[in-house]
């Protein structure tokens, strides 16, 4: 199932308006609303009529940061977050062009502990993060292909407060539509490559004068089913593809990164689970960290 949350809030405003001033890099932390990475294997294959509760963990550290050229910014940077996001899924027993038509609420409970020592930041902050409304879902499902569509907005509900070195909330609302596919290469649908592609639209910030790039965000993942594990490896991309505007903007540059590594999923078919346990380590960014990030999520059908 594909994840619309914020989990990995990233760092308030006035860090990176700090670190501008003292480093002369410009990174843009709070461009990114959903978190990368939360689907791998199977992304893009949604689950039939039910109610589902899904529980993402997410532990995510950086210590790089990366300048418009990709090359390291020696400015004592390091961040490290932990989420807990809870998911509500409903699929419904109608049809909507012979999909099955679902929803979703996500709500996350995140803690970041920030510091840049050439800016004098340490900040620490643990609060309920912006909630995620998916109202519209559509999964098809075929011999050898599952496909999904989707329509989400991000609520500012998080904490948020420009004075303090770590918000929760990015203040800002923001529109996410999602397309992704799931192909099987065999009739017993063992093998699997699923992509799942996002646009996103950032509004306005509620209290600085910004307003963030749109990003195109894609997560894949390759895997084998073997009994009851699904094993393969997995991955991300995200492309800043318009610039942030607004006098509060930090930087003029388009950020990038790329993730992947190994997944390891389990059925437990005697109480309708499923575990997930998966390993990202990031490379190739610009204008923006880069780190590690390990997922362990429950999905459970009621």
């Known amino acids: ?109 995140v803690n970041v502990n920030l510091e840049i020592d050439a800016a004098n930041v340490d900040g620490d902050s643990t609060g309920i993060g912006d909630i995620t409304l998916e109202p519209l879902v559509l999964a098809w499902h075929k011999p050898q292909q599952d496909i999904t569509i989707s329509l989400s907005m991000l609520i500012p509900s998080g904490e948020y407060d420009e004075k303090d070195a770590v918000s929760i909330g990015g203040d800002h609302y923001n529109i996410t539509a999602t397309a992704g596919t799931t192909l099987f290469f065999d009739a017993e649908r063992l093998w699997s490559l699923s992509l799942l592609a996002r646009y996103e639209k950032h509004f306005e910030n509620r209290v600085l004068d910004v307003t963030y790039g749109d990003d195109v965000l894609v997560e894949w993942g390759f895997g084998r089913s073997i009994g009851l594990f699904d094993v393969g490896v997995s991955g991300y991309a995200h492309w800043q593809i318009t610039e942030d505007e607004g006098s509060d903007r930090t930087s003029d540059e388009l950020d990038r990164v790329y993730a992947a590594g190994p997944e390891v999923n389990l059925a437990v078919p005697q109480i309708k689970s499923q575990l997930r346990l998966k390993y990202y380590k990031e490379f190739g960014a610009k204008d923006t960290k880069e780190g590690d990030a390990l997922w362990f999520t429950l999905v459970k059908a009621f």
């Open 1 to 109: 199932m594909n994840f619309y949350s914020d989990i990995k809030k990233k760092f308030i405003l006035i860090a990176a308006l700090i670190t501008i001033l003292t480093t002369g890099a410009a990174f843009d932390a709070l461009a990114v609303d959903y978190p990368l990475g939360s689907e791998g294997i199977k992304a893009a294959s949604f689950p039939g009529p039910g109610f589902y509760y899904v529980m993402y963990n997410n532990y995510y550290t950086a210590d790089t940061m990366r300048d418009k050229d990709g090359d390291k910014v020696n400015n004592g940077f390091d961040v490290k977050s932990y989420a807990m996001a809870h998911r509500f899924v409903y699929v419904t027993n109608k049809k909507i062009f012979g999909a099955d038509y679902g929803m979703n609420v996500i709500i996350p409970v």
